[in-house]
Structure formats: C-alpha cells, structure tokens
C-alpha cells in the first residue's frame, strides 16, 4: 500500500512541476466530467439534445452497415433511410472488410479527447500564460461550445488535426530524410481519402521542399489521389449542417450579409450577398492590411516565415482560410485559427498582442454558436481573425521573396 501511495505521490509531484501537462490533465477531467452528466453547458447552448456520444465517429460504423445492405444511397437525403453520409467511401469500405468492431469509436473518441488536451495545453497554455489573465483565457476558450462539442462528437476534423499535426512535426525535423517525407504524404494521403482539404498541405509541402526528390515523394501520390477524389465529389450531396432547433451552423465569408439579410424587410439575392461579402472582406483586409504594416516591424514579419515557424503557420492558416472561404464549413474548423494564431504570437512575441488574439478567439467561440441574437458579431469577430491571418501572411510573404534568405521547409 506504501508503494502505490509513494507512486501516486510521486505522480502528483511530476505533474505540479509541469504546468502544462497539470493543466492538460484538469481540461481532460473537465471532459470526462462533463461526458458523464452528459454535456450540461452544450444542452443550455442548444447544441446538443443529448445523442450518443462521439456520435461522428459512430456514424462512420452506422454507414459501414448500411453501405453493406443499400450501397451508394447513404448519399440519399438524410432523413431518408440509411442517408446523409458526407464522408469519403473508403473508410466504410476498410470497416466492413476487416470486420472492425464498434468498440473502437469508444477508443478512438477518448483518445481525440486526450489529443485534444495535449494541443491546447502545450499551444493555447504557453501563450495564455504570458498574459495577466493566463488561466481565464486558457480555460475559456478550450471549455467554449465550439470546443466543447468538437470533443463531444468525436469529430474526423481532430482526426485531421492530429495527422496533419504529426506530419508538420516530421516535416519540420531539422534532418528530415525521405522515409520521413514518404510517412509524411502517406499519413496526409489517408486523412485526405476521408476529408478533402489536406490534398491543400501535400501541394503545400511539395512546393516548399527544397530538393526535387521530396517534391516528387510529395506528388507521387496525386495521380492516384484525384481521381478518387473527383469520383467521392461526385456523390457527396453539398448539405447545410443544423442545430437541434434548426440554425445554421455553418460559417463563411458569406455568413455575415446571410444573416444581416435575414433581418431584414427586403431580401437580397444570392448574387448580391456574395458581392456584398466580397466588398466587406476586401475593405476589411485592406484596413487590417494597414494597421499590421504600421505595427509590424521587419525583423517581426521575417520572424513568421521564420525556419522553425514558417511550415506550420502556413499550414495552419491556409487550411483556415481554404475551410474560412469555402463557406458551408462547421465552425469547428475554428481550430485550424487557434493553431495558426499560437504560431503568429510565437513569431510576433508581444504580450498585448498574444492577449488581443485569444481574446478574439474567445469571441469566435462563444458569439458564433447559439449566443442571443449576438452571432454577427461572432461572424464578425471570425471574419476578422481570417482577415488578421491573410495580411500577417501577405506581409511575410513579401519580406520573404524580397530577401529570399528564409527556409521554410527542412526537407
């Protein structure tokens, strides 16, 4: 009994001495906590009505069945019997063929929680903790709604998230060899059979690699990859995502004028919503444009395409945006701006800047969901950040090919 009880202490002690993995483990029971009473503050969000969890994962095992017993009609109407699967047809395909169990969603779904945990507590925490409110911000935003059910339905994104996550660490490695670039595109590649936008990092690593035999590892697997894809495009139906009651839970640069217009008396066309979006979004970005050219000195925007940060941050943000201007994305892709904003302050290195951008990822994730008549302004705050990201970028961009001394890629 004195040996467990030293071993726990000791535990205890590992734990205290490192505050991120402490503050990991207290988000990971704060999940835990909340799968057992059954997610209470996303109920009171009217996000979640109480459904089974990991419920995203589930249905990958739910459309395996049925694609055995009425093939291609999961791609029916959902509603319909055995319809309104949106996913890729080869994970279905790869359960059925080697019989894999249900049980597993229970696997998988706790380990994306703890992967989860792990990303906020060693990227959201460290840049939290520079700032006066270090354990506020950092608890608020990864407990917000957004967050909280990206967990809860064991969503494939944080699947994504954390393929995409290994493959940036791997290409990033400063004796990167081509093994490394062939597990890299391989891991990229299965992710990219079930959700589209990572082919968007294997053109990205392709481009960036310094040798031509890694840009050809990174291509090699396009001629097999698109067709695929093109034919999996051709029967996923484009369908909008509800709430339990019924409200758009997408998010896009068409989102703001949508909702603006839905207000009021006189209703715009699809044309001019989209010409009213653009025009926002371009005087948004030229005014952002502006103010991160007066604040940012030169040293600071050849910092963001810097050796060590220049891979991830494009990473991050190009997947933001691609997801951002697509349009009809679920706002749990909002992740993919917390990483490249964690990239962005590591380069920029001020306080009151680390401070300002979680505090706008604050409003991201509690305005955009269900917040009172409050959601343009989460739109809002969400166009923003896309805005911040794409002139920080532009920026970094034009000091890089203007000096051309920066290696964004260690391969």
Known sequence: ?????????????????????????????????????????LRLSNVYN???????????WYAAECYSEVGLEIYGEKGTYCGGYQYGILPIKFINFFNIPELLVQVLGYSFMAFFCFLMSNYLYPLCSLTPYKYTLFYLVSTSPVMMLFVQRGQIDLLVTFSVFLSIKILSMPKASWILAVASVSLLSLVTLIKIYPILIIFLASALSKKH????????????????????????????NSYVDGTSMTFGYLNIATQINNKQSFQLSSIEIMIASLVFHLILLFTTLIICSKKLSLIKRKEILGPNNAFPYLVWTLTFLACYFLGNNIDFRQIFAMLAIVYLCRAIDKVKVTQSLVTLLIFNNYLSYQSGGMEVFGDISIALTAMILASCLILALRVHFIG????????
């Open 213 to 240: 035999l890694f840009k050809f590892i990174h291509l090699a697997p396009l001629p097999i990859l698109l067709p695929y894809l093109i034919s999996d495009l051709s029967l996923i139906p484009v369908k909008i």
């Open 50 to 60: 109480g459904e089974s969890d990991f419920i995203d994962l589930r249905w990958l």
């Open 404 to 411: 051309r001394k920066c290696s964004l890629l260690a391969l």
């Open 1 to 41: 009994m004195k040996v467990y009880k030293l071993q726990f202490s000791k535990i205890i002690e590992v734990i205290s001495s490192k505050p991120q993995a402490l503050h990991g483990s207290i988000l990971f029971i704060i999940f835990i906590i909340n799968e057992i009473i059954s997610w209470p503050l």
